[in-house]
């Protein structure tokens, strides 16, 4: 458990000192040109970003385009945390706090079934996401590509 304090806002002013390492997550934070739904990590004294995470309507086809072969999902579409707090064991906790709010979204607005994400392709990271439940799609559905996601590794998980 990470013995970081945070709070999980939608609204955020003061995310210019954020540097995650990554320009690809850096630049998504700061020229942001689709509709996911952000959510920052603060912390409670002085309101600084400790990380984000965007979260996008999506499903998972088999196949063809067809209503029979898809399932809605919710893609947590990018989650950073800056350089100062990596290698904190937030990384989990942050996890965990996302998929806390999908699984809200889900039970309350969207009736998705599946978490999907396309995570950065270091081991360290894809281990990190199994350890919290997601399975690699290993072809499973047909995947999209972006800018944003060229190169990673599709990744779900059932939400119930």
């Known amino acids: ?11 955020c002013d003061n995310f210019q000192d954020f540097d995650s390492g990554n320009p690809v997550f850096n630049n998504y934070l700061m020229h942001r040109e689709d509709s ?26 088999f196949g063809e385009i067809t209503a029979l072969n898809s399932v809605p999902a919710i893609e947590l579409k990018m989650l950073a945390i800056d350089k100062r707090y990596q290698k904190t064991g937030l990384a989990p906790t942050l996890i965990n706090a996302s998929l806390l709010t999908i699984q809200h979204y889900s039970k309350e607005y969207v009736g998705a079934k599946i978490i999907l994400l396309y995570s950065v392709p270091a081991d360290a990271v894809v281990t990190m996401y199994e350890k919290c439940g997601f399975q690699r799609a290993d072809g499973l559905f047909t995947t999209y590509t972006s800018y944003f996601n060229a190169g990673c590794v599709p990744m779900f998980k059932p939400l119930w």
């Open 1 to 11: 458990m990470s013995a970081v304090d945070f709070y999980i806002d939608t609204v």
């Open 36 to 61: 996911a739904v952000m959510h920052y990590i603060l912390e409670p004294e002085s309101d600084k970003l400790i990380a984000y995470f965007s979260l996008l309507s999506s499903s998972l086809l």
